[in-house]
């Protein structure tokens, strides 16, 4: 089942001779249970594909769906609405509210949609069981370490019925050890069938996904192909 | 790769037979560097010549031969720890090579060439990761050793990323050269194996 597709996305920033191209006629589309990478230098047009596939930009051209679901069809509400209950975003600086301790954090997706206090709660401590941050549950963000910060932002992306994940550079300021899990668990979550586009310039983060594709002045330039088990690795052969 | 010091170092543990050090050497180098027992022979045989390991003279040449490290064994083992490898001059590297030689062949793309390579890095590294995400959490050694050829693969799409931005950036503002004022460095490329 297609999660996300973005059908020829083109976005064009400023008029005249400042105009931009900051994607060009980009198709992807991702499955249910299926972890994308997207890698590219600055200014690629990485960032900008993952707030068009978030609806939190308009593209000039093209169509995005979610869910099978056109965003161009929808109103303002009926788009926030699906942010909220499909999509989970995951930024490098967290965005947890200082306010709001990990569990309130974690169950604000909910709340803001109407569910109960209660139920909402519930939800988000099922998802912070989830990454093993129980115990923090009751913790405010500036008494969390960065990874775990970075656990709870996941927690919340992943809250309730949340689909499809969205994360952008989600381990940047993550030592290697902090960042590989959280990949990890991006990963994970969408073997239990959750769909992630991740954004990252970072290969060896990229190599958890499914699929990596690569942006290059706002074309997909190319994306690997499905690779051989592990196994191969083991057994010297042609080319190694 | 050295087995003579990765003997020595399994030998600091208590005396072993040939059999258990070969079994010993492939488990904890995370079953990627195969090891046949005649090397393992081999190598105890010179390690017993130099003086760094001794044997159970009794015992006939086979399976049931002991061996145990000697002083000269240890001090020759902490010294090869601490003793970098010899990184000083460029290795030959034919990636290197292969984009050198790419920018002067006529109506080749050279950023075509570089993402060919950088696709084929990527999903060695998707391997990598997938055994690391089955295996490594079992096995240590395993995770050391894939985490050492993710860094390196990583090393090497690096090198390509920075090409790329070079080479574009080197399109977009051609360089005028001048000669007398740039003296060359003359590099040693290839002396190391």
Redesign the interface.
């Known amino acids: 089942m297609t999660l996300l597709e973005l059908r020829d996305v083109s976005k064009v920033y400023g008029t005249g001779p400042a105009q931009t191209h900051a994607l060009d006629t980009v198709s992807l589309s991702v499955e249910a249970g299926s972890m994308v990478a997207v890698m590219g230098p600055s200014g690629s047009g990485k960032s900008t594909l993952l707030t068009i596939a978030g609806s939190l930009e308009d593209p000039t051209d093209g169509e995005v769906f979610v869910d099978g679901a056109a965003l161009s069809g929808m109103s303002r509400a009926q788009r926030a609405q699906l942010r909220r209950r499909f999509i989970g975003f995951v930024f490098q600086d967290y965005n947890l509210l200082p306010g709001l301790t990990a569990a309130e954090n974690v169950a604000l997706p909910l709340e803001l949609d109407g569910t109960a206090v209660r139920k909402a709660r519930i939800a988000g401590m099922a998802a912070l069981d989830e990454l093993d941050l129980a115990d923090r549950a009751d913790h405010f963000p500036d008494e969390l370490s960065g990874g775990e910060r970075q656990r709870v932002a996941i927690a919340r992306a992943m809250v309730g019925q949340h689909r499809l994940l969205l994360a952008d550079e989600p381990s940047g300021a993550l030592d290697s050890v902090n960042a590989e899990s959280v990949m990890r668990l991006i990963h994970t979550a969408c073997k239990r069938g959750m769909a992630a586009v991740v954004v990252t310039h970072d290969a060896q983060l990229a190599s958890w996904a499914d699929r990596v594709v690569f942006l290059r002045d706002g074309r997909v330039a190319d994306q690997t192909r499905p690779t051989p088990g592990p196994e191969t690795l083991l057994t010297p052969g042609p080319g190694r | 790769m050295s087995v003579r010091h990765a003997l020595l170092a399994l030998l600091t543990e208590g005396p072993k037979y040939g059999l258990q050090l070969r079994e010993e050497f492939v488990a904890r180098t995370g ?2 560097w195969p090891l046949n027992v005649g090397q393992v022979y081999t190598t105890l045989q010179r390690l017993e010549r130099d003086g760094l390991v001794e044997s159970d003279d009794a015992a006939e040449p086979g399976p049931q031969k002991g061996f145990r490290i000697t002083t000269d064994g240890e001090q020759e083992l902490s010294g090869w720890l601490r003793t970098p490898p010899d990184l000083t001059s460029p290795p030959r590297d034919e990636l290197v090579i292969k984009v050198l030689v790419a920018l002067r062949v006529p109506g080749t793309n050279v ?1 075509e060439v570089i ?1 060919v390579h ?2 084929y ?11 690391k ?2 295996e490594a959490d079992f096995d240590l050694g395993l995770a050391l050793v894939v985490d050492a050829e ?2 390196r ?2 090393s090497v ?2 090198w390509l ?1 920075a090409a ?2 070079r080479l574009k950036r080197a399109a977009a503002e051609p360089a005028t050269p001048d000669p007398a004022a740039t003296p060359r460095i003359r590099l040693k490329v290839g002396v190391r194996r």
Request: hydrophobic fraction near 40%; proline fraction near 0%; aromatic fraction near 8%.
């Open positions: 079953e990627v950023h993402q950088r696709r890095l990527v999903e060695l590294m998707q391997q990598w990761t997938r055994l995400e089955d993710l860094f693969l990583d799409i690096r990323d790329d931005g």
